[in-house]
C-alpha cells in the first residue's frame, strides 16, 4: 500500500529541509564540518551524524543550522575524534613557555595551537595583532572549554547578548573577572547584586567596594570598602573618608 498525500508531503518537506541545512555546512571552511550528514524527521527533528577533529567545529556545525526555517530541534550526534598528538601539541606549548623572545614564543604558540593544545591556542589568541585571528583563536578556544578563553572571547563579541552569554559561561565556571563583567551587564539589580556580593567574597578590590554600595546596613558597606580600601582601592579609601 502506498504513501498517502500527507505522508509524500512530510517526507519531501523532512527531505528539502535536510538539503537546506546541508548546503549551510557546504560554506563551512572546515572539510570535516563540509562532510557531516543531515536527516530530518517528519517532526522538524534536524540530526547531525559524522566526525570532526575538534569540539569547535562540532559546534560550529550546530550554529550553521540554528534557526533554520522547518528545523524545530537539533540532535548533534557528531563525534569527535582529535586528527593530532596531544602530547606533542602540550610539548611545543611547554617549549614556547621558555621563550624570551616574544617572536620565537609567538611561532611555537602558534604551531602549538595548530598542532590542537588548546591552552595554547587561548595564548596565541592574545598574542595576535590581527583583530580577525586575535578572534578566531579565542573562539576555537573557548569552544573547547578553555575557561580564561571564553572570558577573552567574551571581550571581543561586537554583539552585547553574545558578550553577556559568554561572560555568563566564564562566570559560572568561576572566572573572578568574569563574574564581576557579568555583574555589569546585569540589568536585574538582584542579579548584579549576586554576583558582585561572590566576586567581592573573592576577594576582588573593585567588586567589594561597588558591592558596599549596594549595602543598606551602614556596617556592612563600610566592613566592604575597608575590605577593598586595604587592598588600595582609591574609591573606597575615599568613600571611607566621607564617612568620617
Not at 517528519?42 to 551524524?49: D, P, Q, S
Not at 533554520?68 to 601539541?89: F, M, P, Q, Y
Request: charged share 30%.
Amino acid at each position: 500500500m502506498g504513501a498517502s498525500g500527507d505522508e509524500k508531503d512530510s517526507l519531501f518537506i523532512s527531505e528539502d529541509v535536510a538539503a537546506k541545512a546541508k548546503e549551510r555546512l557546504q560554506m563551512a571552511p572546515y572539510p570535516p564540518v563540509r562532510n557531516i550528514s543531515c536527516e530530518c524527521d517528519e517532526a522538524g527533528v534536524l540530526f547531525l551524524r559524522g566526525k570532526v577533529p575538534t569540539f569547535f567545529q562540532k559546534q560550529l556545525a550546530q550554529e550553521a543550522v540554528f534557526n533554520l526555517e522547518g528545523v524545530t530541534r537539533v540532535v548533534n550526534e557528531i563525534k569527535v575524534a582529535g586528527s593530532h598528538k596531544s602530547g606533542d601539541a602540550a610539548a611545543m606549548y611547554r617549549y614556547a613557555l621558555q621563550f624570551s623572545n616574544p617572536e620565537e614564543k609567538r611561532r611555537w604558540l602558534k604551531k602549538a595551537a595548530v598542532a590542537g593544545c588548546i591552552p595554547a591556542m587561548c595564548d596565541y589568541g592574545l598574542e595576535c595583532e590581527d583583530h580577525d585571528e586575535r578572534k578566531h583563536w579565542l573562539r576555537e578556544a573557548a569552544y573547547e572549554g578553555h575557561v580564561p578563553a571564553i572570558y577573552c572571547y567574551a571581550l571581543e563579541c561586537d554583539s552585547s547578548a553574545e558578550r553577556k552569554r559568554w561572560l555568563k559561561q566564564a562566570a559560572d565556571a568561576g572566572n573572578i573577572e568574569a563574574m564581576y563583567a557579568y555583574a555589569q551587564e546585569c540589568e536585574d539589580p538582584a542579579e548584579a547584586e549576586y554576583w558582585l556580593r561572590k566576586t567581592a567574597c573573592e576577594g576582588h578590590a573593585q567588586a567589594m567596594y561597588h558591592y558596599a554600595m549596594y549595602c543598606n546596613d551602614p556596617v556592612d558597606r563600610r566592613r566592604w570598602l575597608i575590605r577593598a580600601a586595604s587592598q588600595g582601592w582609591e574609591a573606597a579609601i575615599e568613600a571611607l573618608d566621607a564617612l568620617e
